[in-house]
Nanobody, 112 residues
């Protein structure tokens, strides 16, 4: 059974940085397309970033230049490095595999 487990969410000050991790089990991870999404309170879930099996990356315009998605196939893990965080980026961040499977999310709170 495929499982995705996110971690790394925390309280961080505006302008700060955070790195999220998503460990994937029961999967041929190296061929998976992985993505990060987020859902802020009272809002719909939105796409943040994607990385393909070939390492191609794509980002939402709101995070481009500040967030970096990368993967470690040896550890079946995908990461999201987030820099210069803004208060409006407070949300539950979710990991996604092949646009099908979801993790339970990890909470990021950006506040002073």
């Amino acid at each position: 059974q495929v499982q995705l487990v996110e971690s790394g969410g925390a309280l961080v000050q505006p302008g700060g940085s955070l790195r999220l991790s998503c460990a994937v089990s029961a999967s041929i991870f190296s061929i998976d397309t992985m993505g990060w999404y987020r859902q802020a309170p009272g809002k719909q879930r939105e796409w943040v970033a994607t990385i393909t099996r070939g390492g191609f990356t794509d980002y939402a315009s709101s995070v481009k230049g500040r967030f970096t998605i990368f993967r470690d196939n040896a550890w079946n893990t995908v990461y999201l490095q987030m820099n210069s965080l803004k208060t409006e980026e407070t949300a539950v961040y979710y990991c996604n595999k092949n646009a099908i499977y979801w993790g339970k999310g990890t909470l990021v709170t950006v506040s002073s």
